[in-house]
């Protein structure tokens, strides 16, 4: 924008990305609250339930559970890959090794390969005559078939995918620190521990954050590779997910307006989990 012109001209030169804003996904998002309001199967004439919707959701045992899945969910998408990724890219940073954009390149190959496509690979893994088994040398564990390890294994395949994008974030979060702030760290003698509390975590900080929103809007979103991995949300429902419970309300028993009401929920948390995590990675750096 031109020096001089009015501040109202930068918003006509921002108009029509918010016109494809509103169009795709802020319309969508108020249309689904307003679904949320009445008792729908997504044919007949719907009937207005007001919040009901939303107090029924909270109360059902299948719901409550989806979101105590997601939960444990966020852990293994986005916690452990969070650390192991701070891991990784302080070993790499350090050791300088040969052939790093190639390494770097495999760990985040994980992101950019359909998530069908990583469900069906694992699937295959964790299948009783899979390479899992072979290796542990067990005998047709079903991993993904036993109600105690099929949510376990859906995250470690969260956290296989995830980990990539967290290391590049910090790997060009600590390729932007001034060398200067090491060799000081060093000259005071800081070993590696020390090294990377006083110089690399300070200065990731924004990167953290960055990693962290992302990863926990990934897990509170997970749909796919449940789908996918855990067909009718596992045994016994242990692995129903929000977004699952949505595809199940919506698209096999009728219920759209509950569905609708669950999709609000995810998005409140999603709103809330990032205004919370900016709000502290921004008072950190100040």
Request: hydrophobic share 55%; glycine share 12%.
């Amino acid at each position: 924008m031109a020096v001089g012109e009015p501040r109202r001209v930068g918003y006509l030169y921002a108009l029509p990305a918010l016109l494809v804003y509103a169009a795709f996904l802020l319309f969508p998002l108020l249309h689904s609250g307003w679904l949320s309001l009445f008792d729908w199967d997504g044919l007949s004439l719907g009937t207005w339930a007001g919040l009901s919707n939303y107090a029924d959701m909270f109360a059902e045992e299948g719901a409550g559970a989806a979101f105590g899945h997601v939960a444990v969910l966020i852990l293994f998408f986005s916690v452990l890959p969070v650390c192991i990724g701070l891991v990784l890219a302080t070993a790499l940073h350090r050791v300088r090794i040969r052939g790093l954009p190639f390494f770097r390149t495999v760990l985040f190959l994980p992101q950019v390969i359909a998530m069908v496509v990583v469900a069906v690979a694992w699937q295959r893994i964790f299948a009783p005559d899979g390479v899992l088994n072979f290796l542990l040398g067990t005998q047709g564990k079903a991993w993904l078939g036993d109600s105690s390890t099929a949510l376990l294994a859906v995250g470690i395949v969260g956290t296989w995918v995830q980990t990539g994008l967290a290391m590049v974030l910090f790997l060009g979060g600590i390729g932007k620190v001034s060398a200067d702030l090491f060799d000081a760290a060093r000259l005071d003698g800081a070993g590696p521990a020390g090294e990377f509390r006083s110089v690399i975590l300070p200065a990731l900080r924004g990167e953290i954050g960055v990693a962290l929103t992302l990863t926990v809007i990934a897990a509170l979103r997970t749909f796919d590779l449940v789908y996918m991995m855990t067909p009718l949300g596992g045994p016994g429902g242990s692995t129903t997910v929000p977004a699952y419970e949505i595809y199940q309300r919506a698209f096999h028993t009728g219920q759209v307006g509950s569905a609708a009401a669950i999709g609000v929920v995810i998005t409140a948390l999603a709103f809330l989990v990032t205004y919370v995590i900016t709000r502290v990675a921004g008072r950190e750096r100040t």
